[in-house]
């Protein structure tokens, strides 16, 4: 079982550029999160779905769209990336919305030049 | 003020000691609570999970609930040097998503 699995890795941006972040699980979970990580800010949650076919913003939604493709795959969209939006983020999925553990994956490191 | 609340660190503690890891959290509803830990440059693993009042135990690690006091503790014994991390405590809000703590970083000197 891969789990959860991002890509890219790695990406660098330029101000203004656009970018999709992919995510799949093959857990057949239903919920799938997207977090982002900066330095002495923690986990921060971007958007979540709670089920396929359902989104929702999170605490952070700004700069970003998201797209549940189906029950395996979430993706996560940067229209016009901004240097603020340099971060590591984080996809990851569980059984049931917030009261089941999370699966992370293992990460996309964004700069934004 | 973050909904969950961690002593950043470092934790320092020789090998073979106890670490002790403190959470609280501010929105008494909260139900789930879980500790996760993160290797430098790595993603957060899941250490345990606690749902009600009280201690769990596995392995090496106890989580404690105490809701009437809104603080979450993570024990680990017999700490090791492959302990070094960083610990994420995170519980669910009002709205009911799950809220991540800043993380406290363990160092375990051997």
């Known amino acids: 079982n891969a789990g959860v699995t991002q890509t890219p890795k790695f990406q660098v941006l330029k101000t203004g550029q656009s970018m999709t972040l992919q995510c799949a699980q093959d857990m057949n979970h239903n919920s799938m999160y997207w977090y982002r990580q900066d330095p002495g800010m923690g986990l921060r949650l971007i958007y979540y779905s709670a089920s396929e076919g359902t989104t929702d913003k999170g605490e952070v939604p700004n700069g970003y769209n998201v797209s549940r493709l189906n029950k395996r795959e979430f993706s996560l969209r940067l229209e016009s990336a901004a240097p603020s939006q340099t971060s590591v983020y984080f996809c990851?999925?569980?059984?049931?919305?917030?009261?089941?553990?999370?699966?992370f994956g293992n990460g996309t490191r964004l700069t934004v030049t | 003020q973050k909904e969950v609340e961690q002593n950043s660190g470092p934790l320092s503690v020789p090998e073979g000691a106890i670490a002790s890891l403190n959470c609280t959290y501010s929105d008494r509803g909260s139900q789930s609570f879980f500790w996760y830990r993160q290797y430098s440059g790595k993603s957060p693993e899941l250490i345990m999970s606690i749902y009600s009042n009280g201690d769990k135990e596995d392995g090496r690690f106890t989580a404690q609930l105490n809701k009437a006091s809104q603080y979450v503790s993570l024990l680990i014994r017999d700490s090791q040097p492959s302990d070094s991390a960083t610990y994420l405590c995170?519980?669910?809000?009002?709205?009911?998503?799950?809220?991540f703590g800043g993380g406290t970083r363990l160092m375990v000197k051997p």
């Open positions: 990851a999925s569980s059984e049931g919305v917030f009261i089941r553990p999370l699966h």
């Open positions: 995170a519980g669910n809000n009002a709205g009911n998503m799950l809220t």
